[in-house]
């Protein structure tokens, strides 16, 4: 009986991965940029692989803006220097390029949900030293007109896997938007910042989740940061002891 007990976990192990070579066979893997087949769900092909720019240092040690030369781990930016962010630190995974962009716009607008457990590997990684000292990790709002049409909020679903990840507690309702507001899209840093101030709350019944805690805000894209900063200000107002932010992508200032 106890052998037999002892092979219980091996036998599930080999049936489910007879399962998904099933449905693979089936309804092929495909690539979450292009579409191509590939071997496994939530993969890549090789050339959208190498058409990613993934950041790392050196880096601002405020808003993770990329460097050119290293110039040592506490170095900022000029921009960061003139005016630090309403929030403490910035990490991103890629540059939003050519390259990410299909990846992103499928996964934000085309139903190419099936890709978030590996953005929230590579999240895990692009952020350790961000999550080393999270307590909270908390995804940026949709109004619910906007998650009406979109039925799922993007950001909450990379919070999630980010979560799992990390082994940290994700909180999807704390913040909330409480006004509906235009797309960013073709606005300008200062038209962004104009565009969200007072548009989001923490849940007057949530507060004490954040009361005192680190915060880890998570999003898909840091554009101007003008979402960013309003969701940390927002958060330090209810209390939170510190805010950091973790994407997915970010623009980087010169093609912004």
Partial sequence: MSALLSLGPA???????????ALNSLLPPRCLACGDTVEQPGALCAACWRGLD??????????GLPFAFDMGPAAVCGACAGEKPAYDRARSVLRYDDGSRGLILGFKHADRTEGAPAYGAWLARAGAELLADTELIVPVPLHWRRLFTRRYNQAALLAQALGRQARLPVAPDVLRRRRHTPSQGHLSAEARARNVAGAFAVAPAKRHLVADRRVLLVDDVLTTGATAAACAATLRRAGAAAVDVLVLARVIRAQA
Wanted: hydrophobic share 45%; glycine share 14%.
């Fill in 11 to 21: 036998i599930g192990r080999g049936a489910r991965r007879l399962s998904q070579l």
């Fill in 54 to 63: 993934f950041l790392g240092p050196p880096l601002c040690a405020v808003c």
